[in-house]
């Protein structure tokens, strides 16, 4: 019987925690968020995260900028929530305007108040095996949904379809560092399919709708749906959830598994980030 990762339940719990551990607080954390240009799904994600920011009980703040916005701009606010002692967490939204040297913007984020863990800083740590400040949120929610579920992920092997720095390389390392053996893949690998039936685990993340079914999975493997693809029928991953989900001993369900995860995360490592810099450890 196929066992559905329900991410949503799992986040849920998560940010009720967060919430009652918030509440003992009489300093809140503080989520600063920048959004730059008119990027309709840029909208609903950053709308979506300040909800839930609010809801675990933090202070958020989202700075709009225009499509037309420079670098100097961005750079500018950036550097004033640096330097701002209340703010505990900055998260620039992705994509950027045309024009915008996103790595740039990034490396510009204090690392101690990097809530998604891009910085070279935390990405360095993260490949050298040593804790970062934040993990990236997707890949984190990823392996605490896996943990939420008893999967042990030691000695499998583990297939990441997508190669980019949000998702691909960073879950990569982490279930590397858990004793799984990882392959790199991407749309572009010859004999995809021949590889994916090796795998015990599959992340996907290549944002093509329905782009595997169950021919490219073999009896029992886990599948990480993380692709949130845009169809004239709704929201749908990269796997076709049908018929993957016969052959499949656990599935992400898309909407409901991984985005809900990715954004409960956010939340913790916005707490974690304030506890860092209150030197409140666990």
Do not use: W
């Amino acid at each position: 019987m196929t066992i559905i990762l329900d991410g949503k339940k799992t986040a849920n719990n998560i940010i009720e925690k967060i919430k009652d551990y918030t509440f003992t607080l009489s300093k809140k954390p503080k989520l600063a968020v920048i959004m730059a240009g008119d990027n309709p799904a840029s909208k609903i994600y950053v709308g979506n995260k300040q909800k839930k920011a609010e809801y675990a009980g933090f202070e958020s703040i989202v700075i709009n900028l225009p499509n037309n916005v420079t670098e100097e701009d961005i750079l500018e606010h950036i550097y004033i929530l640096n330097e701002d002692d209340e703010v505990n967490a900055i998260l620039v939204q992705l994509p950027l305007p045309k024009g915008i040297n996103s790595q740039k913007i990034i490396e510009s984020i204090k690392p101690i108040k990097d809530v998604d863990g891009f910085t070279s800083y935390n990405f360095g740590k993260l490949a050298l095996g040593y804790q970062p400040y934040a993990y990236p949120c997707t890949p984190k929610g990823i392996i605490r949904l896996l943990e939420e579920y008893q999967i042990n992920t030691e000695g499998k092997h583990s297939v990441i379809i997508g190669r980019s720095n949000i998702v691909g390389k960073p879950i990569s390392l982490m279930l590397q560092s858990k004793n799984s053996t990882v392959t790199m893949a991407n749309s572009y690998t010859q004999n995809l399919k021949e590889l994916a039936n090796t795998a015990d685990i599959i992340v996907s993340a290549v944002g093509k709708p329905h782009f595997l079914n169950s021919d490219f999975i073999k009896e029992g493997s886990i599948i990480i749906d993380v692709g949130i693809n845009r169809t004239e029928t709704g929201i749908t991953g990269d796997f076709d959830f049908i018929s993957t989900a016969q052959k499949a001993s656990y599935i992400t369900p898309v909407p409901g598994g991984i985005g809900p995860m990715t954004i409960a995360m956010l939340m913790e490592n916005t707490l974690e980030l304030y506890k860092y810099q209150r030197s409140i450890f666990y």
